[in-house]
């Protein structure tokens, strides 16, 4: 069984670079995302 919960600040860089190699390939690109670790991280904290 799957388990989620809220990220807490201080996994959100880890998250973002995580989540930028993930959209530097097409099959895997999360469309509302970006591909620059700090954009998404930004995102994440808006």
């Not at 990220?7 to 995302?33: K, P, Q, T, W």
Request: proline share 0%.
């Amino acid at each position: 069984m799957l388990k989620m919960r809220a990220m807490n600040e201080g996994e959100v860089d880890r998250v973002a670079e995580f989540i930028s190699h993930l959209n530097r390939n097409e099959a895997s690109h999360i469309g509302y995302c970006g591909e620059d670790s700090q954009e998404i991280a930004h995102s994440i904290r808006e």
